[in-house]
């Protein structure tokens, strides 16, 4: 099965300090002027102002209008990173993404199968199932492990061999190596993206009722 790997999706980072950088570099060009304006109208015609005092006065003037020059060009890149940013996120409806979700579902009996996906050869894995309540309804564990995706199925009964109620289930998954140290893991979920909202300052994607950050998504499913 082909897969598409994608790194973690950057969220451009827009805050109110670009826009109160250039109000305080606008008003400190305006002060500037009033004062040099001032200047200009006070002196005594006939004892000049020094023309070394006055170049160096036009010089920082300058420096001013650069920043602030900058900063409008900086703001306006933002804003375009921002929108573009915002037409990438809905490229993702209707696509089948992986997320890092351990979330099981029972239905009518049936439940979802628990992925995971342990970064280095394991030991022992040992996968616990949850209810809402927190209580333990199961129990798994495996030895040598290799690393990679691993699927499980989970037949929504619990320990004893009860049905489970329908719901949401939520499976741990940790794993060990030889030495009895912890090796990293994720639970996998392939989820189709439902929609997008764009309230908040990055685009949050709609899946199943529940929202995922742009840079929780690492693979889209081909």
Same mark, same amino acid.
């Given at each position: 099965?082909?897969? $598409? ?8 980072? $827009?805050?109110? $300090? ?16 009033? !004062?040099? #304006?001032?200047?200009?109208?006070? @002196? ?12 160096? @006065?036009? $010089?920082?003037?300058? !420096?001013?209008? @650069?920043?602030?020059? *900058? ?5 306006? !890149? #933002? ?7 915002? /037409? ?17 579902? #029972? ?6 199968? *628990? ?13 616990? /199932? #949850? ?9 798994? @564990?495996?030895?040598? /492990?290799?690393?990679?995706?691993? /699927? ?71």
């Amino acid at each position: 099965m082909a897969i $598409t790997s994608t790194s973690a999706v950057g969220t451009p980072t $827009t805050t109110a $300090t670009t826009a109160t950088t250039k109000e305080s570099v606008s008003q400190s060009k305006d002060d500037f002027l009033r !004062m040099l #304006v001032a200047q200009l109208k006070q @002196q005594d015609p006939m004892s000049p102002q020094d023309p070394t005092q006055f170049t160096q @006065q036009m $010089t920082q003037f300058s !420096m001013l209008e @650069q920043m602030l020059n *900058m900063n409008s060009s900086m703001t306006s !890149m #933002v804003s375009g990173q921002s929108s573009s940013y915002k /037409v990438a996120a809905t490229q993702y409806i209707g696509k089948t993404v992986r997320v890092d979700d351990s979330r099981l579902a #029972v239905s009518n009996g049936a439940g979802d199968a *628990m992925r995971f996906r342990n970064e280095q050869d394991a030991a022992m894995v040992a996968i616990t /199932v #949850v209810d809402s309540n927190g209580n333990v309804v199961q129990t798994h @564990q495996f030895a040598n /492990v290799k690393a990679g995706e691993h /699927v499980v199925p989970f037949d929504a009964v619990d320990s004893n061999g009860q049905a489970l109620a329908d719901g949401t289930y939520i499976y741990d998954v940790r794993a060990i190596d030889e030495d009895q140290n912890p090796i990293q893991t994720s639970t996998i979920r392939d989820v189709v993206v439902d929609g997008v909202n764009f309230e908040g300052n990055e685009p949050v994607l709609l899946i199943g009722g529940k929202r995922y950050a742009m840079d929780e998504v690492y693979e889209i499913r081909m």
